[in-house]
């Protein structure tokens, strides 16, 4: 994977629905669905996260805060928010658009055995840049799997998807939270599933491992 330069200029973008053209659904969840569209005032593609708020399980101060979180990051290796507003029931998140998709979508078209060592290597330095990033500024991601770790087009690794973030900092009812169970449970270890069970470093490297189908 090549690293890619991180291109600080701030440009804005528009929170009305009619200056974007949605083109083709690339993702889908439990309440989202990711498109491919065109932010017409620039000619240009980005991705845009349309969340049902009807059907999300998340409270609306859960989702504001995915929402700021994503829109003050600053990092190469997390994906930023342009911007986020409601759309009749739907909150639109509006991202930048990785061509390349999620380790998972790229393991399933072209790697079914996983991928090679050094490509392992190169995927989990730099989400281990992003994870570094987050815990300085105070954020938990919580969701760490093949299917969020997205790649541009010229290779740069990116951390994407805070649906079940949380903030170190948070204090009552949502600090006692951070101990409750969320997440993926397939890409969890089963140390940790076990009553007591907790992190450290061999088992967050038996995560990525996993994820990245290496065992």
């Excluded at 987050?134 to 299917?147: E, M, P, Q, S």
């Excluded at 087009?153 to 900092?169: N, R």
């Amino acid at each position: 994977m090549r690293k890619g330069g991180w291109n600080s200029a701030k440009k804005s973008y528009s929170v009305s629905s009619a200056d974007y053209r949605l083109l083709e659904e690339v993702g889908q969840g439990a309440s989202a669905t990711v498109y491919r569209a065109m932010y017409v005032p620039y000619n240009e593609i980005v991705a845009v996260k349309s969340l049902d708020l009807d059907r999300c399980n998340s409270n609306l101060d859960d989702i504001r805060r995915e929402a700021q979180t994503m829109s003050l990051i600053d990092h190469p290796n997390v994906v930023k928010a342009y911007c986020s507003f409601v759309v009749e029931r739907f909150l639109w998140v509006v991202m930048p658009f990785l061509a390349e998709g999620s380790c998972l979508h790229l393991m399933k078209i072209a790697y079914p055995d996983g991928f090679e060592e050094n490509v392992i290597g190169s995927i989990l330095k730099e989400t281990l840049k992003a994870l570094e990033y987050l815990h300085k500024h105070g954020h938990i991601h919580r969701d760490v799997k093949a299917g969020n770790i997205l790649l541009d087009s010229s290779g740069v690794v990116k951390l994407a998807d805070f649906g079940v973030s949380a903030h170190l900092f948070d204090k009552g009812d949502r600090q006692r939270s951070r101990n409750t169970f969320v997440g993926t449970p397939c890409w969890m270890a089963p140390e940790v599933l076990q009553p007591g069970g907790g992190y450290d470093f061999k088992l967050v490297f038996f995560l990525f491992k996993r994820a990245l189908k290496i065992i």
